[in-house]
């Protein structure tokens, strides 16, 4: 992403009027500055940028599909559902569209859905990213269905802080505690256990409490299990509990 953000750069320097490169260029900064956990000056930017991108390119549905991208992060539901819809109009077979969409469901709880969308992208797409497989376990671990989460979080190759938190949690919930315990002790390497908690909800954009906590009792289930297993004195009542 810092590579393309840099040939986006330049490429609006040769066409400032390039309304899919200042699309990607707002997705690129965005992604720099981690997603949901972005800054609102970030966040703010890129939707500027996005606007002049639609103004440009009222038809390129990837320009109001970056821009639903976008409005999630910065937690406006209803707009960024509005944008997937326009850009499903323009374009109704654009597997990203269709993926994305799925994503958008599930953070707005409504797991069952997401996970129609996110089927049909995968069927429409031999080739598709790792992101596919990454957005389908939201939807799965909300329903409980947590074989198929780690199922499609084997597909996801980025062992990032926040994809062995996911896996830690489903580990925690399915009672694999030895599983769940490895995992967020990867994730222990990078964070305190209150800077982790406080990290994963800023990163979280479930629309609602009930699914941000859901995911969060699979990572302090995870987090318990783990301090028993490192023998912290922290963890005696933890140790008490579990005997």
Same mark, same amino acid.
């Given at each position: ?6 040939? &986006? ?5 040769? %066409? ?52 639903? &991208? ?7 539901? %209803? ?18 569209? !269709? ?18 969308? !996110? ?22 671990? %909300? ?9 499609? !979080? ?7 802080? +926040? ?33 982790? +908690?406080?990290? &994963?909800?800023?990163?979280? =954009?479930? =629309?609602? =409490?009930?699914?941000? =906590? ?27 509990? %579990?005997?």
């Amino acid at each position: 992403n810092l590579a393309g953000h840099d040939h &986006l750069v330049r490429a609006l320097e040769i %066409d400032p009027d390039f309304a899919l490169a200042h699309a990607y260029l707002a997705l690129a900064e965005i992604i720099l500055a981690d997603y949901g956990a972005a800054s609102q000056s970030v966040l703010d930017r890129a939707v500027n940028r996005l606007k002049r991108a639609l103004a440009l390119a009222p038809e390129e549905a990837r320009c109001c599909r970056i821009m639903a &991208l976008a409005q999630l992060y910065r937690r406006e539901y %209803d707009a960024a559902e509005s944008h997937l819809v326009r850009a499903l109009d323009l374009n109704p077979y654009d597997a990203d569209t !269709l993926a994305q969409m799925g994503f958008l469901t599930a953070m707005r709880g409504r797991p069952v859905e997401a996970v129609g969308w !996110l089927e049909r992208a995968i069927a429409l797409n031999p080739f598709r990213p790792a992101w596919y497989d990454s957005d389908l376990a939201f939807p799965l671990y %909300d329903l409980g269905r947590y074989d198929k989460t780690l199922e499609a !979080l084997a597909k996801v190759p980025d062992h990032g802080p +926040f994809e062995e938190a996911r896996r830690a949690a489903t580990y925690a919930l399915m009672g694999n505690k030895a599983r769940a315990a490895h995992h967020i002790g990867n994730v222990m390497t990078s964070y305190s256990g209150d800077d982790l +908690f406080a990290h &994963l909800r800023l990163s979280a =954009e479930y =629309e609602h =409490e009930k699914d941000i =906590e859901h995911f969060l009792d699979g990572v302090r289930a995870a987090f318990d299990a783990y301090r028993v297993a490192s023998h912290s004195p922290s963890s005696t009542s933890a140790r008490s509990s %579990d005997e």
